[in-house]
T-cell receptor
Framework: GAVVSQHPSWVICKSGTSVKIECRSL??????MFWYRQFPKQSLMLMAT?????????EQGVEKDKFLINHASLTLSTLTVTSAHPEDSSFYIC?????????????FGPGTRLTVT | LAKTTQPISMDSYEGQEVNITCSHN???????ITWYQQFPSQGPRFIIQ???TKVTNEVASLFIPADRKSSTLSLPRVSLSDTAVYYC????????FGAGTILRVKS
């Protein structure tokens, strides 16, 4: 149980275009999803917290107009990188927190490798 | 959010028990302690979570002293496939990752 998927697993796009990454909780409902970014040989950096049906909360330094987050249902959150630039190339990882007694457990997706050329 | 401090790296041999200690001096009353494992180019994998005392599951044990200012992840009889980065996180509503510990298991 507690499986989180991401799609796509990798994507290459041209500078200036937008890319959408999906995060799904496959076998549980997630009221809260989180988006992280990880550069090579670095730790995960929290970008934003996404609650179903409400606006995402962004961490300091993360541009909300560039990284659009939508959490339309209890099993799906999307991250859209708008007007992507090469410096946005990174490994993007989502996580979902389940409802229920173990509500502090977060389960992570496999990640999406974004390369902007 | 409580800051965590872990050793940057550790080396071990197959079959040994590995203990990774994490310091979190300013842990809040409501905070849980959670450990994750991450392999290159993969998302972190949940290992274990605890609030106090000792927690054990099929892959690891977590020891938390009474003051909760530190915790120790214990991996019994490690194998080469346990070579990974291990993160200790403290929090409840959201988790902020520290630098993690690179564990290298040698044959």
């Amino acid at each position: 149980g507690a499986v989180v998927s991401q799609h796509p697993s990798w994507v290459i796009c041209k500078s200036g275009t937008s890319v959408k990454i999906e995060c799904r909780s496959l076998d549980f409902q997630a009221t809260t999803m989180f988006w992280y970014r990880q550069f090579p040989k670095q730790s995960l950096m929290l970008m934003a917290t996404s609650n179903e049906g409400s606006k995402a909360t962004y961490e300091q330094g993360v541009e909300k107009d560039k990284f659009l987050i939508n959490h339309a249902s209890l099993t799906l959150s999307t991250l859209t990188v708008t007007s992507a630039h090469p410096e946005d190339s990174s490994f993007y990882i989502c996580s979902a927190r389940s409802l229920g007694p173990s509500s502090y457990e977060q389960y992570f997706g496999p990640g999406t490798r974004l390369t902007v050329t | 959010l409580a800051k965590t401090t872990q050793p940057i790296s550790m080396d071990s041999y197959e079959g040994q028990e590995v203990n990774i200690t994490c310091s979190h001096n300013n842990i809040a009353t409501n905070d849980y302690i959670t450990w994750y494992q991450q392999f290159p180019s993969q998302g972190p994998r949940f290992i274990i979570q605890g609030y106090k005392t000792k927690v054990t599951n099929e892959v690891a044990s977590l020891f938390i002293p009474a003051d909760r200012k530190s915790s120790t992840l214990s991996l019994p009889r490690v194998s080469l496939s346990d070579t990974a980065v291990y993160y200790c996180l403290v929090g409840g509503n959201k988790l902020v990752f520290g630098a993690g510990t690179i564990l290298r298991v040698k044959s």
